[in-house]
């Protein structure tokens, strides 16, 4: 018998105890009399047994591979389980994550049942965390048929990337000036690492430093209004960048462009920096347009991994 099955036996026990009286248990004799007296504490009794044993039945269902049955395959630190101690705001974090990598597909429904075996959390915070997603406009809710993927079209990539390189290239021009020396240096840091990823061909954690960086940069412009815009836009815009530097050929090309606008921050140069990044951001627009193009033609898949040994 495993450890939760001499569990479940013992919390049995328990409550036959407290129901009939055993005498010789010396941890329910005391409160035999409380339990016959007064129903309702029999009642509570009862019902956290079977909370109890619920949790525990849930633990069990695992398959050999470690994974609960029923759960999603996905990779990477996706694939944690969310802690006891989280918020729906951190399960609603890994949503996004799975969204943007594509590990939910758009335009088909979120698998709601299999979301909460895989991050190991109830039916509630994952609601409440598709309700933030769909007020981001990541996802639809539907009164009766559950959660869909908004599909990413490559007008809207195209109108997206616009303002962001707007944006960006503006925090750039700023940042250039403004930004002290050990605010660079920490830029530097990040930019190093990020090119250790890049040469490792790690994509993922590649993204994650990429997206760092950029928000860095609008962060050292010093201008909350432009943060506060950038932040809102983002949400939805991280969907194509992810995409973008799934093709070699652009993933390079971005690579070679953030060298280029460390050299201009180095050297203070506002207006270098601003134009460098304004060409980053619309390069990138045009290619995850073009990638979501090719997409609805049916030329490449839904997760868009064909991109990495073909040209956009």
Request: with cysteine; glycine share 6%.
């Amino acid at each position: 018998m495993t450890f939760c099955g001499r569990y479940i036996t013992a919390l049995l026990r328990f409550q036959k105890e407290c129901r009939f009286g055993d005498t010789n248990s010396p941890t329910t004799c005391c409160r035999r009399n409380d339990l016959r007296s007064d129903p309702a504490n029999h009642k509570r009794l009862n019902s956290r047994i079977v909370a109890i044993c619920e949790r525990i039945s849930l633990l069990n269902q695992v398959s050999d591979s470690g994974r609960p049955r029923g759960a999603l395959k996905i990779s990477g630190r996706r694939k944690r389980a969310i802690s006891r101690q989280s918020l729906h705001g951190q399960v609603a974090e890994r949503l996004r994550d799975m969204v943007v990598h594509g590990e939910l597909t758009p335009g088909e429904k979120v698998p709601v049942a299999a979301l909460s075996q895989t991050l190991g959390v109830s039916l509630t915070p994952l609601r409440e965390a598709l309700k933030v997603l769909a007020e981001e406009g990541l996802v639809e809710l539907t009164p009766n048929r559950g959660a869909r993927v908004i599909p990413y079209t490559a007008n809207e990539a195209e109108a997206l990337f616009e303002v962001i390189a707007g944006l960006e290239s503006l925090a750039a021009e700023l940042a250039a000036g403004r930004m002290s020396n050990d605010e660079l240096a920490h830029l530097e840091e990040s930019h190093n690492q990020m090119r250790s990823y890049f040469e490792a061909e790690n994509r993922d954690l590649y993204f994650e430093l990429n997206s760092h960086i950029h928000e860095t940069i609008v962060k050292f412009s010093s201008n909350d209004i432009l943060i506060n815009t950038h932040a809102k836009l983002m949400v939805r815009a991280n969907r194509g960048r992810y995409i973008a530097i799934i093709d070699p050929q652009r993933w390079r090309e971005a690579m070679a462009e953030h060298e280029a606008v460390m050299e201009a921050f180095r050297q203070r140069d506002a207006e270098q920096a601003r134009r460098i990044w304004r060409v980053h951001l619309l390069r990138s627009g045009q290619a995850v347009h073009n990638a979501l193009r090719r997409q609805s033609a049916g030329e490449i898949g839904a997760d868009f991994k064909s991109l990495a040994g073909s040209t956009v």
